[in-house]
């Protein structure tokens, strides 16, 4: 998963495309999982051979807060790369969790198995 913020200026996103080469340039799609909206944004793109990574960067103006979207690259020829984007404004990423307090634990049992013969 990806994490972009609101700000309007330049983001990086890197991937690993499943193609060493971009034919042509590559259009970069958002799709909000919720509302299922789309949309292109104008990108640069650099690779890295030794890596396999791809580098993208772009300008989202127009990202909402808490919010999932699909990831779709594609080059001139085919579809490139998909995931899932994460958009937030949280700076502190080792304590961020995006499924906290989902789910509790229940720790009131000791766990044990009794076998009846």
Do not use: C
Request: hydrophobic share 30%; aromatic share 12%.
């Amino acid at each position: 998963m990806h994490i972009l913020t609101t700000s309007t200026g330049n983001q990086d996103i890197k991937i690993k495309p499943r193609k060493t080469s971009a034919v042509g340039g590559t259009t970069l799609t958002l799709i909000d999982k919720a509302t299922r909206a789309s949309r292109d944004y104008a990108n640069s793109y650099s690779f890295s051979a030794s890596t396999n990574v791809m580098t993208i960067t772009a300008a989202f103006d127009d990202l909402k807060a808490e919010t999932y979207y699909t990831l779709v690259v594609k080059d001139t020829v085919e579809e490139i790369y998909r995931g899932v984007v994460y958009v937030t404004n949280q700076t502190d990423y080792p304590k961020y969790e995006v499924g906290k307090n989902d789910y509790t634990v229940e720790d009131s049992y000791d766990n044990e198995f009794v076998f009846i013969d």
